[in-house]
Nanobody, 115 residues
């Protein structure tokens, strides 16, 4: 099982990034997918999630209207489009796959928002 995140970078406030998480080793379409983030000295928090059936989405209040989660089951990939980035969005962003009692994590990708 692998979840490989990519797309993290240094970006100025107000900028945009698109994160990708490529999955392998399990039946991607069955799994609920989510993005989490962890900043230094802070607890990990759920940023956005998308269900396996119906593609229902949920977002952390502070990112609503700025971030969009999506998934492509044909490519076994989940995305996080991040617009209007703020310094407080700086964190390591991690991808999670969850189904039944199974949960998998990626290694994370660093997003730094700074001028």
């Amino acid at each position: 099982v692998q979840l490989v995140e990519s797309g993290g970078d240094l970006v100025q406030p107000g900028g945009s990034l698109r994160l990708s998480c490529a999955a392998s080793g399990f039946t991607f379409s069955k799994y609920h997918m989510s993005w989490h983030r962890q900043a230094p000295g802070k607890e990990r928090e759920l940023v956005a999630s998308i269900t396996s059936v119906g593609g229902f989405k949920n977002y952390l209040d502070s990112v609503k209207g700025r971030f969009t989660i999506s998934r492509d089951n044909a490519k076994n990939t989940v995305y996080l489009q991040m617009n209007s980035l703020k310094s407080e969005d700086t964190a390591v962003y991690l991808c999670n796959a969850r189904w039944d009692f199974r949960t998998y994590w990626g290694q994370g990708t660093q997003v730094t928002v700074s001028s």
